[in-house]
């Protein structure tokens, strides 16, 4: 009888109810909250739940040295949060979001290029904030590119930069990629007037498929000579969409964006949820990450909204002027940011129709963003 | 004979990759002759010893090369080629002491070390100098002669004698702060940083721009101009001027196509038909997306709202 005691106590300390925190608990809730607003809400379901999921796997009280938790080496957590750790994924998303961007509206508009850059003052922005709240510049670098609002590069980088902090960077980048109709349309109706935002653009000339073919392979040599450490990102990008563009290559371009994109951005969702377990994600800092990923957020967005009217005063005929709202779309939250333009322009004027346009500056996000990852890690990594 | 070319090429790719391997290694630092507080061998005996440098940034297995201190035997003490020990990691040395017995071990060499001396770093070949190392005649016992990277990128070495001998050890400053510090140091608040990735990142992709505009856009509105010229002075339009060998030669464009379209769908009112006549549309405009040459792929999506950008919308949060 006593021996059964004993087992039946040796098991309760093995249980999740004897291992339990309050910190814990809070991150299960958390967890729950991303499924249920993915669910209900539908706001990126494709990141949210795999997150969400995670948190709570992440989180289940544990007895540790059962070689199952995701910081403990060799178990199948912490294999498959490798690919987060070591940076395999994001490339490997990259590859998959190259196979399925069309680059036609920036070939056809190039000028809408240089919005994309604009967008990336906000991973700077929240770089320089980081660094006034007393962050180290490779922490900071780490943190500021939340504002380039492309998780894959957020994880790679900070996989670099700032290993420990990656699992609050990347929960913060999807989340604020997620709420970018919430964040970015105020700010957008805020800094544009009615006229400005009743402004129709020309519709773009129809881009050959050489043109397609060629983009790739220049916009990586130019990228990647001139900034060498985003070779990763830029290189997988480009690839990808030469999968998709080449005509030749349809079988691999369609592995790409489907299965493969859809397996890697299971696992990467589900390992980073995990990996923000409650002893190594509830700080001071993470709150702080949070708090400078919303500045960085509303600073790209503020930024590409700005210098479209910018350019608009060196534009001569009303015919050629840009929309400003289609400025938002240089954070590279594709497509979404590219939706929140269509929608707002809408909104004043019901026909017009501005998602082409504003899909421009939003692959020229995804470039400029992975171009700034790897002026960041060439300088602080 | 294009399987021959084929095999040739990977077998010269693969011998070109392990010599390439071979030649990252250097030999980083000596010590000739150990003092009392020398670093201690197996045999708990007190030796000189040659440190290997791996300069690259990937592993590379050395097992078939040679050291020597002779330049007419180059052969004189063989690394052996079947120890798995024999890798060195990247950025990493391994330590042969120079006990003269090779019947010590893997990492003993078949001569001893004394000032004046030349060590030889050589290929598996027996016949290639990968590096070598001079003992200066005045090097002190207990001093070594070491390679301290000179670069940025930790590949150009200068030699330096007499040196503290670091045996295993990187060859540079323990101490020396890391590319966050120093920036931490040099630009407290950022600023610097950020005007310089800014102008980076805006050069990056201005540079894109003007490719694509010089390439592309240019002569595109070139085109236009020039056809719309020639429309006002022609009665024959530039677009059927312009028509492709294949519209030459009888294949319906993309107004035929919309036509047939509409015939269809007078015929029997329907979405579908419609479909059809984007699709093809697009087939013959070249802007199908995923055209791989004479396919076109037209999947039934129901439900799909094809033709209200709307409905693709998330909803308004």
């Not at chain 1, 796997?57 to 060799?74: A, Q, S, T």
């Not at chain 1, 056809?108 to 929240?126: D, K, T």
């Not at chain 1, 998709?244 to 994109?261: C, D, H, Y």
């Not at chain 2, 769908?265 to 979405?271: C, F, I, L």
Request: proline fraction near 6%; aromatic fraction near 8%.
């Amino acid at each position: 009888m006593e021996h059964i005691y004993e087992s039946l106590i040796q098991f309760w300390q093995y249980t999740g109810f004897a291992n339990c925190s309050w910190q814990n608990l809070a991150m299960i809730a958390i967890g729950i909250v991303f499924i249920t607003v993915a669910i209900l809400k539908e706001w990126e379901p494709l990141l949210l739940v795999p997150i969400g999921f995670g948190m709570i796997i992440g989180n289940i009280p544990m007895f540790p040295g059962l070689n199952i938790g995701i910081y403990e080496d060799g178990s199948v957590l912490n294999t498959l949060y490798q690919g987060v750790k070591q940076g395999w994924y994001p490339p490997l998303i990259f590859l998959g979001i190259g196979a399925m961007t069309d680059f036609s509206a920036l070939i056809s508009q190039p000028r809408l290029i240089l919005i994309g850059a604009a967008a990336q003052m906000g991973i700077f922005g929240a770089y320089l904030l980081a660094l006034t709240c007393g962050f180290a510049p490779a922490e900071a670098g780490a943190i500021g590119i939340i504002g380039g609002a492309d998780g894959p590069t957020a994880i790679f980088l900070s996989s670099k930069l700032a290993p420990d902090l990656m699992g609050a960077i990347a929960v913060s980048a999807y989340s604020y990629m997620a709420l970018v109709p919430v964040i970015q349309r105020p700010i957008m109706l805020l800094l544009t007037s009615k006229k400005e935002r009743a402004i129709e653009m020309p519709k773009p000339r129809q881009v050959s498929q050489r043109e397609k073919i060629i983009f790739p392979v220049i916009g990586f040599l130019i990228t990647a000579f001139i900034v060498p450490s985003g070779l990763p990102l830029l290189g997988m990008l480009f690839f990808g969409n030469l999968l998709k563009e080449s005509g030749v290559t349809r079988r691999l371009a369609e592995t790409a964006r489907g299965p493969l994109i859809d397996v890697v951005t299971t696992l990467i969702g589900l390992t980073v949820g995990a990996s923000t377990q409650a002893d190594k994600f509830l700080s001071g800092k993470s709150l702080m990450i949070f708090g400078l990923g919303l500045g960085s957020f509303i600073i790209a967005t503020a930024c590409g909204v700005l210098f479209v009217k910018l350019i608009n005063l060196t534009i001569r005929g009303a015919d050629r002027k840009i929309n400003p709202l289609i400025g938002n779309a240089g954070v590279s939250a594709v497509p979404d940011s590219a939706r929140v333009s269509e929608v707002v322009g809408r909104e004043t004027n019901p026909n017009n129709h501005l998602l082409m346009h504003a899909m421009g500056p939003n692959v020229a996000g995804v470039i400029g963003s992975a171009v700034a990852a790897g002026i960041l890690l060439s300088f602080l990594g | 004979m294009r399987k021959l070319l084929l095999f040739s090429l990977a077998l010269l790719t693969a011998v070109a990759g392990y010599a390439q391997n071979v030649s990252d290694l250097i030999i980083a630092e000596v010590l000739a002759e150990p003092d009392s507080t020398g670093v201690i061998d197996d045999y708990g005996r007190r030796e000189g010893w040659i440190e290997i440098f791996n300069t690259s940034m990937g592993t590379v297995k050395f097992g078939g090369c040679y050291l020597t201190d002779d330049p007419a035997d180059l052969k004189k003490s063989l690394i052996p080629k079947n120890d798995l020990a024999t890798q060195i990691g990247p950025r990493q040395s391994k330590l042969f002491y120079a006990s003269g017995r090779t019947h010590d071990g893997t990492f003993y060499t078949d001569f001893t070390l004394a000032p004046g001396k030349v060590v030889y770093l050589v290929s598996n070949d027996g016949r290639t100098i990968i590096d070598q190392l001079t003992i200066p005649e005045d090097l002190p016992a207990g001093k070594s002669v070491a390679k301290l990277a000179t670069d940025a990128k930790g590949l150009l070495f200068e030699t330096v004698a007499p040196c503290d001998p670091t045996p295993g050890a990187y060859n540079g400053d323990p101490t020396a702060a890391s590319k966050s510090d120093q920036m931490a140091e040099r630009d407290p608040h950022g600023w610097i940083l950020t005007l310089v990735s800014v102008s980076v990142v805006f050069s990056a992709l201005a540079i894109l721009w003007f490719f694509f505009w010089l390439l592309f856009e240019r002569p595109a509105k070139r085109r236009s101009l020039t056809s719309v010229r020639d429309d006002k002075n022609s009665v024959i339009p530039s677009a059927a001027r312009n028509l492709s060998k294949a519209q030459k030669a009888g294949t319906p464009d993309g107004e035929v196509a919309a036509a047939i379209a509409l015939a269809l769908d007078m015929e029997q009112s329907g979405d579908v038909y419609a479909a059809i006549a984007l699709a093809l549309h697009l087939e013959l405009g070249a802007t199908a997306h995923d055209a791989e040459s004479f396919v076109l792929t037209i999947r039934p999506t129901p439900n799909s709202a094809w033709n209200n950008p709307a409905d693709g919308f998330r909803r308004k949060p």
